[in-house]
């Protein structure tokens, strides 16, 4: 089953407004991680958070991390038409005693959709 | 660099055939992983290789058997496709151990079974 789960499913906005995605998982994580997926293609790696910090920044994009709530959110400010594409968040789980591997669990992911 | 490659990009079966799909980094990542993503769902993981010579199943292995041939390339085997597994499948690849693991994806191949 998925760890995350991601809201909305989909998100129309207009170019030049901030979009903001949210990201809840169930398990203790060692990092949360943000890809973009532009339609037909595979998955481009945005940003790393890990699980002792609660805010990242890269470019225009700024993610939080809540690990009481166990959520993260995903802002994208002054976006643009680019900026169309899946948002999926995936997670890292926390020490198995060395036996994860890195290996990432995907939420279902968010649809964004910039209108020029 | 090309990153991770996968091939073919797009394939047609019918029910019972099999197929090999191929994937290969030249980043010198130790670890690899095959995805698969139905759609309006994400990836859910099939079988990783933490390093060369080693394999594990992830959450969805039934119907796939997969090989690290060596540290570059790691396959995908179907032998006897069904209808369930059509899908996009992904290659990705990341450094191993201390982490923090950020996955690098190929373009994916997009598998009909009829």
């Known amino acids: 089953s998925q760890q995350g789960e991601e809201d909305p499913q989909a998100l129309s906005i207009q170019e030049g407004e901030n979009a903001t995605m949210n990201c809840s998982y169930k398990?203790?994580?060692?990092?949360l991680q943000w890809y973009r997926q532009n339609s037909g293609r595979g998955l481009v790696h945005l940003i790393l958070?890990?699980?002792?910090?609660r805010e990242k920044h890269s470019g225009r994009l700024r993610v939080t991390l809540d690990t009481s709530k166990k959520s993260s959110s995903l802002l994208i400010t002054a976006s643009r038409a680019a900026d169309t594409a899946s948002y999926f968040c995936a997670t890292v789980r926390g020490s198995t005693g060395g036996t994860s591997y890195g290996k990432l669990t995907f939420g279902q992911g968010t649809i964004l959709t910039v209108h020029p | 660099n090309a990153g991770v490659t996968q091939t073919p990009k797009f394939q047609v079966l019918k029910t019972g055939q099999s197929m090999t799909l191929q994937c290969a980094q030249d980043?010198?990542?130790?670890?690899m992983y095959w995805y698969r993503q139905d759609p309006g769902m994400g990836l859910r993981l099939i079988y990783y290789s933490a390093s060369e010579g080693t394999t594990d199943k992830g959450e969805v292995p039934n119907g796939y058997n997969v090989s690290r041939l060596n540290k570059r390339e790691f396959s995908l085997r179907l032998e006897s496709a069904a209808p369930s597994q059509t899908s996009v499948y992904f290659c990705?690849?990341?450094?191993?151990?201390?982490?923090?693991?950020?996955?690098?994806f190929g373009p994916g191949t997009r598998l009909t079974v009829t």
């Open positions: 958070i890990r699980s002792n910090e």
């Open positions: 990705a690849s990341s450094e191993a151990r201390p982490g923090p693991y950020e996955q690098y």
């Open positions: 980043m010198n990542h130790n670890s």
């Open positions: 398990t203790s994580i060692n990092n």
